[in-house]
């Protein structure tokens, strides 16, 4: 039998669980389908900490998390769990680099203070700091695991059918209604949300001109703080030839990791879930030269899927009886509420 719905969403990763979230609020007969089992490991939105910041070099993503702010407040409000946590936020490093950011945090009206070397030190002494230090103050983390659970139980509260290990395994696209099959199921509606994450090119890639997509396993590493450690770890992002950025992760220790240094997939199926030894001792003393108040070794290691356009710009269009959202380039979490209101408009459009 098909069942039909009003808006299908494939993927309950954080930007299809916030889809489904938004559009089952608004009173829609929504299905969200995802392939794995609830917290799985393997696509982009796993683990338990994600950087939020204002602190981006292009006025218009300033903006962007300016807007998502008070969307993740009303999501907290609403379903009464703390998804995101304000702990303050550093960019450090190469100074022209660091100087954008100042420059667009101020186009756009974001409060920053800078900080000499010195008295950044002071004031975090578990990291050591060479150049000028913006600190950022409504920077914090996303409880990546606690929000992504939080959308597709609200969705389901709310009214959704929120099926985990439901995979979509083909899709038929219409002038005005998409069907698709699963292995237990038939479903029908007049519009499907494909938020698929690495696999987004699988399922569109032949209906819709998508970006170039880039999959790359990335590699994050946590780190305990030494005994003597007194600092009350912000999340940082410190610009040097490869970016490294880190924050704390509650009960799990401080998280250090290098952006865009992941081994490039062609398949986000084929993958052995390693982590590199070369990653992880280049981790490692970075740890040792930059954060003195951590011990060298690491005490877990993760994996995770970055899907990259060229400019890290996203991707979420509507085309036809389909909205397509790709937003990661490694730095979509932090607008998971504000991508899911903006794909819900575009399927109630
Ligand atoms: C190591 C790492 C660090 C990051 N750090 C930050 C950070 O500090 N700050 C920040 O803002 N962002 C960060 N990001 C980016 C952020 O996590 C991503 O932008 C976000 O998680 C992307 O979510 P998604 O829903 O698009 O993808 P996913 O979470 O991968 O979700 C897609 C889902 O679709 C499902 N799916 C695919 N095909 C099908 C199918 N046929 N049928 C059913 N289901 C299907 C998949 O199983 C998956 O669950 C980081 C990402 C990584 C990997």
């Known amino acids: 039998m098909t069942r039909q719905a009003d808006v299908i969403v494939i993927g309950a990763g954080a930007m299809g669980s916030a889809t489904a979230w938004w559009l089952a609020r608004r009173g829609r007969n929504v299905v969200l389908l995802e392939q794995f089992e609830q917290g799985h490991q393997r696509g982009s939105s796993h683990g338990g900490s994600r950087i939020f910041r204002l602190a981006y ?4 993503w300033v903006r962007r998390c300016q807007e998502a702010l008070p969307l993740w407040r009303e999501a907290m409000d609403v379903l009464q769990v703390p998804m995101l946590e304000i702990t303050g936020g550093i960019d450090h490093g190469n100074p022209e680099s660091v100087q954008a950011v100042a420059n667009a945090l101020e186009a756009a009206g974001a409060s920053f203070e800078w900080l000499a070397p010195e008295a950044a030190g002071e004031r975090w002494p578990g990291m050591r700091f060479e150049t000028p230090v913006l600190y950022q103050a409504d920077a914090g983390r996303c409880r990546a695991d606690v929000a992504l659970q939080a959308f597709a139980e609200g969705a389901g509260n709310a009214g959704a059918d929120v099926y985990f290990e439901q ?20 479903y029908v509606a007049p519009v499907a949300v494909v938020a698929a994450g ?41 610009h040097l030839d ?3 950025y880190g924050l704390e992760t509650p009960d799990e220790g401080i998280k250090v990791a290098e952006h865009h240094t992941g081994a490039v997939l062609t398949d986000p199926d084929e993958r052995a879930y390693d982590t590199s030894p070369e990653t992880e001792s280049r981790v490692n003393y970075y740890v040792e ?17 970055y899907t990259s356009t060229p400019d890290h710009e996203f991707f979420v269009e509507r085309h036809g009886p389909l909205v397509v959202v790709s937003a990661c380039s490694g730095h979509g979490f932090k607008f998971t509420p504000l991508i899911g209101r903006l794909a819900a408009d575009l399927a109630m459009q």
């Open 57 to 60: 070099d292009d006025v218009r």
């Open 167 to 186: 995979g979509v395994e083909e899709m038929t696209v219409h002038d005005d209604a998409v069907e698709v099959r699963t292995e237990y199921d038939d």
């Open 198 to 238: 690495a696999w987004v090119r699988s399922l569109v890639g032949e209906l819709v001109q998508l970006p170039p997509l880039t999959i790359t396993e990335e590699q994050t590493f946590h780190y305990l703080p030494k005994p003597d450690d007194r600092t009350a770890w912000p999340s940082y992002i410190h």
């Open 242 to 244: 490869v970016f490294r």
């Open 289 to 305: 030269h930059w954060l003195p108040g951590l011990d060298q070794y690491a005490v877990t290691a993760a994996t995770c899927l």
